[in-house]
């Protein structure tokens, strides 16, 4: 495997559901990244981990939890979400503080989520 | 409130003709700006980076800043239908994280 990988690459989930959302990106990066991405509004920044430490965190419904457990893996824990909340769930990952101003953030191919 | 500001298109551009995209963003004290490349149902993948006034050239691609106008453009020569595409505009105003504030996108045909 190489880049930024997500699985599964598609969910379907009831309202009652819990499901989790994993990203794994294999190149030795410090920095990983949840966004999502809804019909025609820009990608939402929703979580960041640098150095496995939580730096961010948008206003998310407690209803979206995210776990980092290392550098290499970011989970999207997910329970009783509402069918507003089906879109592209984007992991990205970067250099993160090592990477200065020119810290680039390569995608993973994302997770299509539909909450029924 | 930090924002990013995309034309969100359809630019529509013949086959071989120069596509323009532009970017404008509201925080004087941004660093450094990327533009995305996201084909429909696709992630975005990185087409260049540019942190210092002036041009920066990648191939077919020139992305132009002017900070003083808070004002990004990436100019695509040579456009191929293979462009089409949605074309973000992403800014890092250096907070902790590095973190990114995304356009909306502006969404480019290349008619052939």
């Known amino acids: 495997e190489t880049g930024v990988t997500q699985t599964p690459r598609h969910l379907v989930m009831g309202m009652t559901n819990k499901k989790s959302l994993k990203c794994e990106q294999h190149?030795?990066?410090?920095?990983m990244y949840w966004y999502k991405q809804s019909a025609k509004k820009p990608l939402e920044l929703m979580f960041v981990?640098?150095?496995?430490?939580?730096?961010e965190n948008n206003s998310v419904p407690s209803r979206f939890s995210p776990e980092c457990p290392n550098s290499s893996h970011l989970f999207l824990h997910l329970h009783t979400l509402q069918p507003e909340d089906s879109a592209l769930y984007l992991c990205?990952?970067?250099?993160?503080?090592?990477?200065?101003?020119?810290?680039?953030?390569?995608f993973g191919p994302g997770t299509r989520l539909t909450v029924l | 409130q930090k924002e990013v500001e995309q034309n969100s298109g359809p630019l529509s551009v013949p086959e071989g003709a120069i596509a323009s995209l532009n970017c404008t963003y509201s925080d004087r004290g941004s660093q450094s700006f990327f533009w995305y490349r996201q084909y429909s149902g696709k992630s975005p993948e990185l087409i260049m980076f540019i942190y210092s006034n002036g041009d920066k050239e990648d191939g077919r691609f020139t992305a132009q800043l002017n900070k003083a106008s808070q004002y990004v453009s990436l100019l695509i020569r040579d456009s191929q239908p293979s462009d089409s595409a949605t074309y973000l505009c992403?800014?890092?105003?250096?907070?902790?994280?590095?973190?990114?504030?995304f356009g909306g996108g502006t969404r480019l045909m290349v008619k052939p």
């Open positions: 990205a990952s970067s250099q993160g503080p090592y990477g200065g101003r020119t810290d680039t953030q390569y």
């Open positions: 190149l030795g990066h410090n920095a």
């Open positions: 981990y640098s150095l496995e430490e939580r730096v």
């Open positions: 992403a800014v890092n105003i250096g907070n902790a994280g590095n973190m990114l504030t």
